[in-house]
């Protein structure tokens, strides 16, 4: 499994600009890939400090694109169908918390580290009909600064981020946390898929609000 996700993420670094786009519509959607985006732009920033401006463009619209993805499928399934998918409990205190702050709390879950709840907070603010293109907006600004950060902090200490991305005992750290994201990324997409069945026609009313 560790040899699969290195070779997935040498797919991904092989894409070059391509591949900080694919990886931020998967990482921001449905499937649980906490800090894979980051690494990407990391590592290609370390190699390619004068493009690393493209991959932080690139990471910031597949992030956006996948935000609108997800936003998409949250105001057609509703609250109910949320609900099913993060948990009754977690839902019903995210939208306690959230209320008339949904920008907030969105911009907190971009450039919060894992495990903050990316997926869980968009969800909600897009079931409670939070404006689609302020939500898009507030993604893509908020995760433009996360990546400018990091492309930044890449190029200033590229070179022993590279030596530490070389080493085995990193190779398969990242081989064991992607064989656990497989895992918990396939009961993801089993859950969104069961509440897009059962949730549908409990969209919001304002679900054209966008």
């Not at 619209?61 to 949250?74: E, F, I, K, R, Y």
């Not at 971009?110 to 079931?127: E, N, R, Y």
Request: hydrophobic share 55%.
């Amino acid at each position: 499994m560790s040899s699969f996700f290195q070779h997935l993420l040498h797919v991904l670094l092989h894409l070059g600009y391509l591949g900080p786009f694919f990886m931020g519509v998967m990482d921001s959607s449905f499937l649980f890939l906490p800090i894979g985006n980051d690494l990407l732009v990391v590592i290609l920033a370390a190699r390619h400090h004068t493009e690393a401006w493209v991959y932080v463009l690139s990471a910031t619209v597949g992030s956006a694109t996948g935000a609108l993805l997800l936003d998409l499928v949250c105001r057609k399934i509703g609250e109910a169908g949320v609900q099913k998918v993060t948990g009754e409990q977690r839902f019903s205190y995210l939208k306690k918390k959230v209320g008339q702050r949904g920008g907030f709390f969105v911009a907190l879950a971009c450039l919060g580290p894992p495990p903050f709840p990316f997926t869980a907070i968009v969800a909600t603010v897009s079931a409670l009909a939070y404006p689609r293109l302020k939500l898009v907006a507030v993604v893509a600004g908020s995760r433009l600064l996360r990546f400018i950060i990091l492309a930044w902090l890449a190029i200033k200490y590229g070179r022993a981020i590279l030596r530490i991305i070389d080493t085995p005992a990193f190779k398969w750290s990242v081989g064991a946390v992607a064989g656990l994201c497989l895992v918990v990324s396939v009961f993801s997409i089993v859950k969104w898929v069961r509440a897009g069945r059962s949730g549908g026609g409990q969209a919001s009313p304002a679900e054209a609000a966008a």
